[in-house]
């Protein structure tokens, strides 16, 4: 069954630091996609950043990278020089071509709350 | 600009009564979704509908009904079956494509509240 994992409930971070948000992946899909989203208090969901399995390297989108480790199933969200616009919960969630009757799901972690100390 | 329209923002209902929430987009995405989401938690599946005229049950289905009879538009309805319905629904579409790089777009979502 595929399945995604974020073992951290809660994170802080000092302004101006890096942090890092875990996520572990499992499937046996030999293509997949890996998300990381962020929802602020405000409730919006927001598209952050995007992997293939395939993709040679890692995902950049400014101060978000993706440290995917394919190996280990391993897809880490490292934020750097953390604002304090960074504090929201973050979720990674994962697609494949394959999921049964439900092609192109979603499935989501349970997500990490990062809060971001002045 | 295309998007996913939730309406209403927040939305009050008294126990017993059906509510109606309201998800329309204009991205010619093929699938639409309905999360609900629990204080502090993840995201749990309702429904989804991958055509027109065709859905199909999440996680947790009971007490809720859709419909999809246009691509556009994809309301919940909440039902006076569902016990505890105070949570914050969001609404999610995604293009119907064999690129994996195809995530959601989601709404800004409704938040029930029982009185």
């Known amino acids: 069954a595929q399945k995604i994992t974020q073992t951290q409930p809660g994170m802080f971070v000092q302004e101006k630091e890096a942090v890092t948000l875990d996520c572990t992946y499992d499937?046996?899909?030999?293509?997949?996609?890996l998300f990381w989203y962020k929802q602020p208090s405000s409730g919006e969901m927001i598209f952050l950043i995007y992997?293939?399995?395939?993709?040679?390297q890692n995902a950049t989108e400014g101060r978000y990278s993706l440290n995917f480790q394919k190996a280990r199933k391993s897809a880490n969200l490292v934020i750097s020089a953390s604002q304090l616009g960074d504090s929201a919960m973050y979720f990674c969630a994962m697609r494949g071509l394959n999921y049964g009757g439900s092609q192109g799901n979603l499935i989501f972690g349970k997500g990490t709350k990062l809060s971001v100390k002045p | 600009d295309g998007g996913i329209t939730q309406s209403p923002k927040y939305l009050f209902r008294k126990e017993g009564q059906n509510v109606t929430l309201s998800c329309e987009q204009n991205l010619n995405h093929d699938a639409m979704y309905w999360y609900r989401q629990d204080p502090g938690q993840g995201l749990r599946l309702i429904y989804y509908s991958q055509i027109v005229n065709d859905f199909q049950k999440g996680d947790i289905a009971e007490g809720y009904s859709v419909s999809r009879e246009k691509k556009e538009s994809f309301p919940l309805t909440v039902t006076s079956a569902q016990k505890n319905p105070t949570a914050f629904y969001l609404c999610?579409?995604?293009?119907?494509?064999?690129?994996?790089?195809?995530?959601?777009?989601f709404g800004s979502g409704t938040r029930l509240t029982v009185v």
């Open positions: 499937t046996s899909d030999p293509s997949y996609g």
């Open positions: 992997q293939g399995s395939y993709d040679q």
């Open positions: 999610a579409s995604r293009l119907d494509s064999r690129n994996l790089g195809y995530g959601y777009t």
